[in-house]
């Protein structure tokens, strides 16, 4: 019984594995990816490469949104953090043309220079690190519900492979010391084995969440009961669920305002008694006095009602949020409202909980007249458990909570995982290679060539990408759909030579290519975008990074080329 139980687990880990295969490798990459999307967008729009975080920037995005306050009724600003270089400023005004039933756009941010404050236009209309990011749960030019159940099921598989996978190591902890680097079977399954055990938390995260974010596509059955086909009622039942009660805020914006109107009855006073004495002994004093009075009221009121926000009513009040968040003031807001004080909301640059996501975030709101802090968000702010778990995985899924090392941490458990995948369909051909020696199989050679065309084919087509976004000129029409476009061609290239070529030498050509292409790329960028070879080191870290990561990137496909020519010297 026991023995049927390990083979049949063993079967099942196997064919849910390789069946999915290709496609899961696809989605790890362009899912790993996602984790830079805003760096790679960045580093595609070379028009904002120039800009570089200094000790000006917030003395200038305060200025910026000041200037911009006083024609629009609300005013957000980006700060530059390490996934930006750029202040962004985005405005919105309630008009009376917006108040339809109609679907309000948001309104594009702009953007300035961190140092300069000179405006930036942006240019380069690129498909940038969303293209990656959209690719990864819903592939791309297939209907959006046939994409994502396509993903659904690889995840679904996915899953099986994980749950199996423990199921048929008994060793497993020991697993994650034992690495065998020889050219056999053994080492191929060390390979796939030790990305598998290290990163074995993240999998199952990354797996479980994935497939709860799809769950509205592939379990309809419960909204489809109750809305029926009425998708936008769902959405809108949906977003009440998530709004908060502002009642307690309302509250304490009243008792300012009622404040402030007895504290203006009581100047309204003196300034009449004051207005009187001086009309005393003087003929048409009653006239006298109310023309001083008017006055004096008038000077009150310029004083008091004349840019109440100002350079200094923002700095104290980023000053008291950076008492609550050291260091980390990620963005502000500024919000006028009719016959009502204007607040001012702030956010952190780095959330500090999971639950800090889209509709609920976390923001200190403060009146900009008192400085009074008059709502601090503490999260989760929501009732239900149902949507702080949602809201727990999504973050979890797409790290919206982690800093930059954290973030880094996340993209190296997803290369773990795109090793698991790739080391397994190798494997699956290792362990069947002397039995295909003898009876050649239509199956294995099928696989074998699958396997090359995918993974190396998403790097080079990975290589492609990003050079095509350099050799195009800048307003080039359709600049999206061709950078697309040239992802896939070479990665349908190297398809079409994985087929065509014997496989030993295809896997070498093709990584050669694409360490050559990888390697092209920080010289390419430096010709196309920079003025001098000193801005190679004193441009934003952002860009450095990059350049660091495709010669990486080089250097794997050189040594994994290195490794297979080795092996064949071995064998002759």
């Not at 914006?253 to 001086?278: F, G, H, T, W």
Request: proline share 2%; hydrophobic share 45%.
């Amino acid at each position: 019984m026991k023995e049927n139980f390990n083979e049949t687990m063993r079967w099942l880990h196997t064919y849910s594995g390789l069946i999915v295969g290709w496609l899961l490798f696809a989605i790890f990459v362009t899912g790993t990816s996602a984790y830079y999307k805003n760096e790679i967008t960045l580093w595609m729009q070379p028009e904002f490469h120039k800009s570089k975080q200094s000790d000006k920037t917030l003395d200038i995005a305060i200025n910026k949104a000041i200037e911009k306050i006083e024609r629009n009724d609300k005013v957000s600003v980006t700060l530059p953090n390490s996934r930006s270089n750029l202040i962004a400023v985005r405005v919105e005004n309630s008009n009376k043309k917006e108040q339809t039933n109609k679907r309000k756009r948001r309104v594009p941010p702009t953007y300035y220079d961190a140092s300069s404050g000179e405006k930036i236009e942006e240019t380069t209309k690129t498909a940038g690190g969303n293209f990656l990011y959209r690719f990864h749960f819903e592939l791309y030019e297939v209907p959006r519900s046939v994409g994502r159940w396509i993903v659904a099921i690889a995840t679904m598989s996915m899953f099986v492979a994980i749950i199996t996978g423990i199921l048929i190591h008994k060793r497993i902890f020991k697993d994650i010391f034992t690495f065998r680097p020889k050219n056999n079977t053994r080492g191929w399954m060390d390979a796939h084995i030790l990305p598998a055990v290290a990163a074995l938390p993240f999998l199952i995260m990354i797996t479980y969440s994935g497939l709860i974010l799809l769950t509205g596509t592939i379990m309809p059955w419960g909204i489809k009961a109750y809305f029926g086909d009425n998708y936008r009622a769902y959405k809108q039942e949906y977003i009440k669920l998530y709004s908060v009660d502002n009642k307690e805020l309302e509250a304490k914006r009243v008792i300012l305002q009622n404040n402030e109107v007895e504290n203006k009855a009581n100047i309204y006073s003196a300034v009449n008694s004051n207005a009187l004495r001086q009309a005393k002994n003087t003929n048409n004093s009653s006239r006298l006095a109310l023309t001083n009075a008017n006055r004096q009221l008038h000077k009150y009121e310029y004083i008091e009602t004349k840019n109440i926000i100002t350079k200094e009513t923002l700095n104290s009040i980023i000053k008291k949020a950076n008492e609550i968040w050291p260091n980390n003031i990620g963005s502000f807001t500024i919000i006028k409202e009719k016959d009502k004080n204007p607040i001012i909301e702030l956010s952190p640059r780095v959330a500090t909980t999971l639950f800090n996501y889209k509709m609920q975030r976390e923001v200190d709101t403060y009146d900009a007249k008192s400085l009074t802090l008059l709502d601090s968000s503490i999260l989760p702010s929501l009732e239900s458990k149902v949507l702080n778990t949602s809201t727990a995985l999504r973050a979890l899924h797409e790290a919206k909570f982690a800093d930059s090392t954290l973030r880094f941490v996340f993209f190296v458990s997803g290369v773990l995982g795109i090793i698991l995948v790739g080391t397994g369909l190798v494997l699956w051909t290792q362990k069947r290679k002397k039995k295909n020696a003898i009876k050649k199989s239509f199956g294995f050679w099928l696989v074998e060539k699958l396997n090359l065309g995918t993974i190396v084919g998403i790097m080079l087509g990975l290589a492609v990408y990003f050079i095509a976004n350099r050799v195009m000129y800048i307003d080039e029409a359709n600049r999206r759909d061709l950078e697309i476009n040239a992802f896939f061609l070479a990665w349908l290239f190297s398809y079409i030579y994985a087929f065509l070529r014997d496989t030993n030498k295809a896997w070498k050509e093709q990584l050669l290519l694409t360490a050559i292409l990888f390697l092209s790329l920080p010289i390419i960028n430096t010709i196309t975008i920079l003025d001098s070879l000193l801005e190679v080191f004193t441009r934003d870290s952002i860009f450095i990074y990059f350049d660091i990561f495709f010669i990486f990137m080089a250097l794997v496909c050189l040594l994994i080329r290195f490794i297979l020519i080795k092996k064949e010297r071995r064998k002759a």
